[in-house]
């Protein structure tokens, strides 16, 4: 059984940084593409970022130049590093990983459905 458990996610205000954190089970990550995804109220949820197993990354525009994927394969994890938030990024963010292995990062996996999916970790930027 595959398991996606998210953490990390909280207030703070424009400008500031969050990390967040998933830990996934049941799976080996490194043979995956690995996301994040969010969702803001009343809005269609979006890919912000994926990473495959050779590192190989693709970031959504909205948050080019201020967020970071990276994973950690021995510990099974993937991190978002948030720099620079704003208030738009106030959104529920979930983890996500491919239910197909191989595949390589890309653009196309940020409007990728077929996943797994944690629960989901809150982020609220205050201006």
């Known amino acids: 059984q595959v398991q996606l458990m998210e953490s990390g996610g909280g207030s703070v205000q424009a400008g500031g940084s969050l990390r967040l954190s998933c830990l996934v089970s049941?799976?080996?990550?490194?043979?995956?593409?690995v996301g994040w995804f969010r969702q803001a109220p009343g809005k269609n949820r979006e890919g912000v970022a994926c990473i495959d197993g050779y590192n190989v990354t693709a970031i959504a525009d909205s948050v080019k130049g201020r967020f970071t994927i990276s994973q950690d394969s021995a510990k099974n994890a993937l991190y978002l590093q948030m720099n620079s938030l704003k208030p738009e990024d106030t959104a529920m963010y979930y983890c996500?990983?491919?239910?197909?292995?191989?595949?390589?990062?890309?653009?196309?996996?940020?409007?990728?459905?077929?996943?797994?999916w944690g629960q989901g970790t809150q982020v609220t930027v205050s201006s």
């Open positions: 996500a990983v491919d239910k197909a292995s191989g595949a390589v990062a890309a653009p196309w996996y940020l409007k990728y459905d077929n996943n797994y």
């Open positions: 049941g799976l080996r990550i490194r043979n995956y593409i």
